[in-house]
T-cell receptor, first 113, second 113 residues
Framework: GDSVTQMEGPVTLSEEAFLTINCTYT??????LFWYVQYPGEGLQLLLKATKADDKGSNKGFEATYRKETTSFHLEKGSVQVSDSAVYFCALIPNNAGNMLTFGGGTRLMVKP | DAEITQSPRHKITETGRQVTLACHQT?????MFWYRQDLGHGLRLIHYSYGVHDTNKGEVSDGYSVSRSNTEDLPLTLESAASSQTSVYFC????????????FGPGTRLTVT
């Protein structure tokens, strides 16, 4: 079945460091790919998305590129801030499964001043 | 502004009791979803609905039920609460057609003692 694998956390970085959170997926065809962020005590918010191969999603300085050849959707940010501390979830919707999201396990990011 | 709300935000109940968690959205979305979030498992789908009177089982539906009598609400019922159902529960909604992102509520933390 479809699945999403994320690097385990926590990831601890100093402010202004470069961030990469790895995400790979298993799915048939061309799924839509998403990154969601969960700040402490809150629900999930969509961070960015990509719906076809080679698309780049971007928002708030975060980027991720849909790589069909490596089935990956890694999240990157050039310079993290303390306010980026949160849990990040990679997710997909298969191309034949309506609107149902399949999530990865989540990666906690902690940014220290 | 449109929103999705959940109530209660925190609930403590005893084993064997019936519990109902409320979810209300004002997006006028046809699709609604219930997830549970547990450490090490990310988010797992419990039930979902694609419209009024439509309900479907997700990955972890045993011990849970939902009903959809209108567009705005999808209450989740635990028929006989068990300690294994201690979790954080999230409701989400999305537009009806296409692979659109889901909008999440703030979550309900349920403890079964």
């Amino acid at each position: 079945g479809d699945s999403v694998t994320q690097m385990e956390g926590p990831v601890t970085l100093s402010e202004e460091a470069f961030l990469t959170i790895n995400c790979t997926y298993t799915a048939t065809g061309y799924p839509s790919l998403f990154w969601y962020v969960q700040y402490p005590g809150e629900g999930l918010q969509l961070l960015l998305k990509a719906t076809k191969a080679d698309d780049k999603g971007s928002n708030k300085g975060f980027e991720a590129t849909y790589r069909k050849e490596t089935t990956s959707f890694h999240l990157e940010k050039g310079s993290v801030q303390v306010s980026d501390s949160a849990v990040y979830f990679c997710a997909l919707i298969p191309n034949n499964a309506g609107n149902m999201l399949t999530f990865g396990g989540g990666t906690r990011l902690m940014v220290k001043p | 502004d449109a929103e999705i709300t959940q109530s209660p935000r925190h609930k403590i109940t005893e084993t064997g009791r019936q519990v109902t968690l409320a979810c209300h959205q004002t997006w006028n979305h046809n699709n609604m979803f219930w997830y549970r979030q547990d450490l090490g498992h990310g988010l797992r789908l419990i039930h979902y609905s694609y419209g009024v009177h439509d309900t479907n089982k997700g990955e972890v539906s045993d011990g849970y039920s939902v009903s959809r009598s209108n567009t705005e609400d999808l209450p989740l019922t635990l028929e006989s609460a068990a300690s294994s159902q201690t979790s954080v529960y999230f409701c989400a909604s999305s537009e009806s057609a296409g692979r659109y992102e889901q909008y999440f509520g703030p979550g309900t933390r349920l403890t079964v003692t």
